[in-house]
């Protein structure tokens, strides 16, 4: 399984920006797939989820209210839309798959990785 994240960037704090993680079409079917993300000096933290197979999603709490995830069948990609962006959001945003976390854990050991996105949320 392969992935790859990429929208990230500067945005200022209040607003705006879309992650995309680009996945194979098996994992769109089968994989739960999760964005985890990693500020300096801080453990990586769970973001958001959601199994392919059943639809169930999952948000972390510090992100309830203002990020969306959502997959798009026909691009192969699932996507991270995240509003209302804090300075707390700041981090290096990964997108990861795994076959067997069924519940959408988001402290499960996901077993693939994508390289990860800068997200930087300044004034």
């Known amino acids: 399984v392969q992935l790859q994240a990429s929208g990230g960037g500067l945005v200022q704090p209040g607003g705006s920006l879309r992650l995309s993680c680009a996945a194979s079409?098996?994992?769109?079917?089968?994989?739960?797939i999760g964005w985890f993300r990693q500020a300096p000096g801080r453990e990586r933290e769970g973001v958001s989820c959601?199994?392919?197979?059943?639809?169930?999603?999952y948000y972390g709490d510090s992100v309830k209210g203002r990020f969306t995830i959502s997959r798009d069948v026909a691009k192969n990609t699932v996507n991270l839309q995240m509003n209302s962006l804090k300075p707390e959001d700041t981090a290096v945003y990964y997108c990861?798959?795994?076959?067997?976390?069924?519940?959408?854990?988001?402290?499960?050991?996901?077993?693939?990785w994508g390289k990860g996105t800068q997200v930087t949320v300044s004034s």
């Open positions: 959601i199994n392919n197979r059943d639809g169930m999603i």
């Open positions: 990861a798959a795994d076959q067997t976390n069924v519940d959408c854990d988001l402290y499960y050991d996901m077993n693939y």
């Open positions: 079409e098996s994992a769109l079917t089968y994989y739960t």
